[in-house]
T-cell receptor
């Protein structure tokens, strides 16, 4: 099956520091990767979509300069939370798809296990 | 704009009961609907995927139905077990190109031994 991993699984950092979260597709090439955020007791919300080699498309209300997404290869996408603050504490989940976002076919998304970020 | 709601928000049942979780969506132009399970602090596990042309899917003790025209889906869990305790999320993918998952808020299920 298609496996997606995330690293780290948990991270605690001080306010003002930057944190990088990696999302890898282990056994398939992920043309598209998605980043979601989930605050406690709230639903998952899509933050951004990235196609390999292109700039990420951010959802309304998500600051692209604060949440830097790099999808430089077909198996790796990174989310960097810059100058993290306590309100950024959340559960971040990525998913990966073989298809191209906006393409003719909606491909299955495979979800990573998530990264819990706590900003002190 | 697609909105997904789930009822109930929380449910506590004794072991062995059959139960139904409900999901509603406002825009019937969906490509598929998917039910997920989320354990505390963990990622998502996909349970069942129903394409828009299908009416139900079954996997073991789980059965999901889809009534696209009325914007509803139900997840039926038979003979519930304590290991079923988790949050259950439904999510829809829109029929428009490039539209991504829209998640419901989830139903938090506790199955008591």
């Amino acid at each position: 099956g298609a496996v997606v991993s995330q690293h780290p699984s948990r991270v605690i950092c001080k306010s003002g520091t930057s944190v990088k979260i990696e999302c890898r597709s282990l056994d398939f090439q992920a043309t598209t990767m998605f980043w979601y955020r989930q605050f406690p007791k709230q639903s998952l919300m899509l933050m951004a979509t990235s196609n390999e080699g292109s700039k990420a498309t951010y959802e309304q209300g998500v600051e692209k300069d604060k949440f830097l997404i790099n999808h430089a290869s077909l198996t790796l996408s990174t989310l960097t939370v810059t100058s993290a603050h306590p309100e950024d504490s959340s559960f971040y989940i990525c998913s990966a798809s073989r298809g191209v976002a906006g393409g003719l076919h909606q491909e299955t998304q495979y979800f990573g296990p998530g990264t819990r970020l706590l900003v002190l | 704009k697609q909105e997904v709601t789930q009822i109930p928000a929380a449910l506590s049942v004794p072991e062995g009961e059959n139960l139904v979780l409900n999901c509603s969506f406002t825009d019937s132009a969906i490509y598929n609907l998917q039910w997920f399970r989320q354990d505390p602090g963990k990622g998502l596990t996909s349970l069942l995927l129903i394409q828009s042309s299908q009416r139900e899917q079954t996997s073991g003790r789980l059965n999901a139905s889809l009534d696209k025209s009325s914007g509803r889906s139900t997840l039926y869990i038979a003979a519930s077990q304590p290991g079923d305790s988790a949050t259950y999320l439904c999510a829809v993918v829109g029929d428009n190109y490039g539209q991504n998952f829209v998640f419901g808020p989830g139903t938090r299920l506790s199955v008591l031994p």
